[in-house]
């Protein structure tokens, strides 16, 4: 466990050189990728070297829903979805993500999961409804006149732990 949390942390103050980085337009990271549109020094890319960057797609367009949501049209017009959660044989489009734009905007999906029973020594597939929406549980979402999203911004906290937007 704690090798692993040392990691994470190790990961977070790799990409921190990224994310503070007023010359890079980052879209999205997570804990060993970014999604940005500007050119990144040849240094800080390598296909075999750990700890370099990976040159995977170059994208035509992208949205990012939140944490670990998001789909990718690449350059060869291949559609690539992630969706945390959900099965990968459920199949999402690009007009799926871009209608989740829209505020209040959701779509259901049925999928089998799996679920342990320990006590039972029982592990079950049962279908499940999995809904799929822009939630603001880590960033202020931001719409235009026509209440389609547009952007994010940082939760600001206060001493007092409130939350101010």
Not at 7 to 24: C, D, E, L
Not at 52 to 72: D, M, R
């Amino acid at each position: 466990m704690a090798t692993a949390a040392a990691i994470t942390a190790y990961s977070r103050i790799h990409m921190s050189q990224f994310k503070n980085n007023p010359n890079i337009n980052l879209y999205y990271s997570d804990t060993d990728s970014i999604y940005t549109d500007s050119d990144l020094d040849k240094s800080l890319i390598d296909n075999k070297i750990l700890g370099k960057l990976k040159l995977e797609y170059v994208c035509n367009k992208a949205i990012f829903l939140s944490p670990k949501v998001y789909c990718l049209l690449t350059d060869s017009n291949e559609f690539i979805f992630k969706v945390k959660g959900l099965s990968h044989d459920v199949k999402l489009s690009f007009s799926d993500f871009k209608n989740l734009l829209i505020k209040d905007s959701f779509i259901e999906k049925a999928h089998e999961k799996l679920f342990r029973k320990l006590s039972e020594a029982k592990i079950t597939l049962l279908e499940q409804l999995y809904t799929l929406k822009v939630t603001d549980s880590k960033r202020e979402l931001i719409y235009n006149k026509n209440n389609k999203l547009i952007a994010t911004k940082a939760y600001k906290i206060n001493k007092s732990k409130d939350i101010r937007k």
